[in-house]
T-cell receptor, first 110, second 110 residues
């Protein structure tokens, strides 16, 4: 099925661990982005990319790295996980008909 | 002032009721406007784009007032299945970021 695929769906990390959240889309969208969603805070933009090799920071980039080596993939890396990064993470890509979101990754940092 | 603001609700209405949500945005140069629907523990899904002339999709009507910098969503003949959180979203001037409000929760009861 065409769309945005995120893995894993759930993850528990210990403080200080690193990990990569995967995001892949098969719609040939140039624009991709990462959001986090926290209770009472809404969706906040972490990083985005307008094409392979081009990334930029959003509203809350600290503690996260991204890269875009291909059109299809846009992984989000947590360098040293902190409890404040406990959240639901959504990847989204944008095409002619608007944004398509992945089903999310629920991350808990203990 | 947050860029996009919504009344969080909750709005509790009976089946068949008409309910309206408003959303204000702070950047007068914003380009595009959207309403998303998000079910509990799911990803946001595009409900409708909002056009300057207003637009309708079945029981849903969206309006944009650029002078007052707000968008609205009207739901007529509410159904139980309309229970969800409704997010308004505004694309920034550069077109690189989609900024969300915190969402308005709707609960439709029988």
């Amino acid at each position: 099925n065409a769309g945005v695929t995120q893995t894993p769906k759930f993850q528990v990390l210990k403080t200080g661990q690193s990990m990569t959240l995967q995001c892949a889309q098969d719609m040939n969208h140039e624009y991709m982005s990462w959001y986090r969603q926290d209770p009472g805070m809404g969706l906040r933009l972490i990083h985005y990319s307008v094409g392979a090799g081009i990334t930029d920071q959003g509203e809350v980039p600290n503690g996260y790295n991204v890269s875009r080596s291909t059109t299809e993939d846009f992984p989000l890396r947590l360098l040293s996980a902190a409890p404040s990064q406990t959240s639901v993470y959504f990847c989204a890509s944008r095409g002619v008909y608007g944004y398509t979101f992945g089903s999310g990754t629920r991350l808990t940092v203990v | 002032r947050k860029e996009v603001e919504q009344d969080p609700g909750p709005f509790n209405v009976p089946e068949g009721a008409t309910v309206a949500f408003n959303c204000t945005y702070s950047n007068s140069a914003s380009q595009s406007f959207f309403w998303y629907r998000q079910d509990c523990r799911k990803e946001p899904k595009l409900l409708m784009s909002v056009y300057s002339s207003g637009n309708e999709d079945g029981r849903f009507t969206a309006q944009l007032n650029r002078a007052s910098q707000y968008i609205s969503l009207l739901i007529r003949d509410s159904k139980l299945s309309d229970s969800a959180t409704y997010l308004c979203a505004v694309r920034d001037q550069a077109g690189t970021a989609l900024i969300f409000g915190k969402g308005t929760t709707l609960s439709v009861s029988s």
